[in-house]
């Protein structure tokens, strides 16, 4: 499968490479530059390839000794010719951008951690793409805004379920957050804090609008192929946003909703899922099926003060 994490990863060895090149590449051209800038820079150079050779074969220990001493010798000569020309020492040294694995993006069998940021910083690239939505923090949720204390206790009880979450993320998870509640309460500043935090802790997250996941599953099922139903698939950690905003035919979202959510379900592959439906809007939109499982999903509701938005949430309490 073309899933977004190995795509994004071979991208990013991709860019290491280039990076690693770049450096030596740019290397070599500084060290052309000494070469006809300083007569005998060339001659020492020889000097010291000829004398590493003989140590790569000489077996005899004095001699090791004697050889690497020529060498140390005629490396200090090239510094202090440098010197006199007035270029730093390490003039013709490749330059990486990573010290700690010369730019190759491993340490022994390891990926090294600027690897891991490149693929990170590539992750909430497209998730921005896609969903033209800034990266939030918990710290900037505040709860200050929820003059009614009863209500404030709810959101603060749903930031903490969050923050636990994000913190405890792993895999393989059977769990999952189903945030409801009407807009702009902060259930989407809540998902966009924990894709935050889990992108930082190396896992591919998506976040999308459950109209886009839709129309890219359908597409899969009757269309084109489309690697975007993959991507949604098999990502880390998938927010669908707004789920019951999307206007196809709910016969249609059904089955992708379904096909996307059961495929997660069975894989351990955690979802956060968003939406202002109420409870039987949400069975008669998506049958027994995805709802079932969405309430296998850690459930939190979000409360603001629209009067009327109480009262619609005091009928449909579940
Ligand atoms: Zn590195």
Known sequence: MNTLKSRLTAQAENTMRARRFAALDAAAKRKNQLRNKIPTYVELEMHIASLSAKRLKATDPATLEQLTNAVNTAVRDIENLLVKYNVPVNYAMPRFECNRCSDMGVLGAERCDCFR?????????????????????????????????????????????????????????????????????????????IANEVINQNYVVIYDSAINIIDAVLQSVYGSHDNNADNYKTADLLIIDDLGREYSNPQYSEKAMFEVINYRLNSGLPCIVNTNLRPKELYERYGEGVVSRLYLYTRLTFEGDDVRMQEGERQDED
């Open 117 to 193: 940021k490149l693929v990170n910083n590539s992750v909430a690239q497209e998730i921005n793409r896609n969903s033209s939505i800034e990266l939030k923090s918990f710290n900037t949720f505040t709860l200050n805004k929820y003059r009614d204390e009863r209500k404030r206790s709810i959101m603060a009880g749903n930031l903490r379920v969050c923050r636990e979450f994000a913190d405890n993320f792993h895999l393989p998870c059977d769990g999952g957050l189903f945030l409801r509640g009407r807009t702009g309460l902060g259930k989407t500043h809540l998902s966009l804090a």
